[in-house]
């Protein structure tokens, strides 16, 4: 960033009116670790925050090689195309170790999107803990919504905690899967398919559509056994392929019948306020938590106090509390 920033009502207005190169520039200072960069992306975001929140919000998630990519290029073009509806599609990825030439690979993978006046692309954070990523993403959210995006699609790979922090900032959550993959192989824990509201099997295409058949009717039953939802919605599970863009409206109607069903009964609101509480608290942990490490006198003790608790001489206990009450003053 190396042009002159523009200042907080130039960003905030730009963005509401849609400008995309204000908006990515507000982005990267929401991705910035400058201080004076975050300062004036905090400002940013709170002026955007009136305008935000008018948008169905999509995770995706999937082992890698799925298709995650390649159906959000094909959803996106559907609801843009025939539901009217315009499209953000951003990802968290913190465990990648994504080069700059897969990055490239999902553009190319979404290419209609990225150059879609209705849709707007945003790459992956290259770096950065998952906690920090988590949070410029939801910010990130918010400065897309005020510019007038009504659907945010999240696309993050289903093999760590990077799911657990997407589910928890999105209204809808899509589960994509492969047949004749045992789920050990998908690498798909019980806990995900848990928060999935529905689960998609993909690539039921090239003489894999009994087989992908065959596995609905399985993930059906498996889901049965799971505990009812707090809305009363019963997860659907359907087939697609994204390639060839079968299935895909079948899957746009499953999200606008959970955001109708949701909505009648007061859980779509609901859920969003449960996640503003989390998120408020995650964001107090992660605060006292930088304050604490960041500060040089406790730097000095720790490295001290760390020695003591190694020999023995204090128990950790004994040892956080004695830094914490110099900590607080
Ligand atoms: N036959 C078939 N191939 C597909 C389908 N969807 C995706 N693929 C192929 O599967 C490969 C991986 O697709 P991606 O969309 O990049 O998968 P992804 O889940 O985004 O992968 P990561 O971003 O690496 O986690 C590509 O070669 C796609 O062309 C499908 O519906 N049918
Ligand atoms: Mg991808």
Redesign the pocket.
């Known amino acids: 960033m190396s042009r002159t920033l523009p200042s907080k009502n130039e960003f905030i207005d730009g963005i509401l009116t849609g400008n995309r190169m204000l908006l990515s520039r507000a982005i990267t200072l929401i991705e910035s670790t400058k201080q004076k960069h975050q300062d004036l992306a905090q400002e940013v975001i709170e002026g955007c925050l009136p305008y935000s929140g008018n948008s169905i919000r999509i995770g995706i998630t ?13 959803f996106g073009n559907h609801i843009i195309e025939n539901q009217n509806r315009t499209l953000a599609v951003l ?1 968290v ?1 913190p465990s990648s170790s ?1 080069t700059r030439g ?1 990055i490239l ?2 553009k190319t ?1 979404m290419e209609t999107l990225s150059n879609h006046p209705k849709a707007y692309v945003r790459p992956t954070p290259t770096s950065g803990s998952l906690g920090g990523v988590a949070q410029s993403t939801r910010e990130t959210i918010t400065l897309c919504e005020a510019a007038g995006f009504n659907t945010i699609l999240i ?1 993050t ?1 289903g093999v760590g905690q990077s799911e657990t922090a997407v589910h928890s900032m999105v209204d809808f959550f899509l589960l ?1 899967m492969l047949a004749g993959a045992g789920d050990e192989l998908q690498g798909i824990k019980r806990g995900i398919m848990e928060m999935a509201d529905a689960i998609a099997i ?5 003489g ?1 559509e009994e087989a992908a058949k065959r596995a609905m009717a399985e993930y059906k039953s498996a889901l049965h056994l799971f505990p009812p939802t707090e809305s009363g919605w019963i997860p659907k599970v359907a087939t ?5 863009g ?1 299935g895909i409206s079948d899957i746009w109607e499953i999200v606008d019948a959970f955001v109708r069903h949701t909505k009648t009964k007061g859980f779509f609101d609901k859920k969003r306020k449960e996640q503003a509480n989390y998120w408020l608290d995650e964001a107090i942990t992660q605060e006292l938590h930088r304050s604490f490490y960041k500060n040089d006198e406790l730097k000095h003790m720790l490295t001290q106090i760390r020695r003591q608790v190694q020999d023995g001489e204090i128990s950790s206990y004994k040892a956080a509390r004695i830094l914490m009450d110099r900590f607080l003053g």
């Open positions: 999937g082992v890698p090689g799925v298709g995650k990519s390649t159906f959000i290029e094909a990802a990825d994504k897969s690979g999902d993978r696309e790979v994509l993909n690539k039921a295409d090239s894999n697609c392929s994204a390639v060839h079968k």
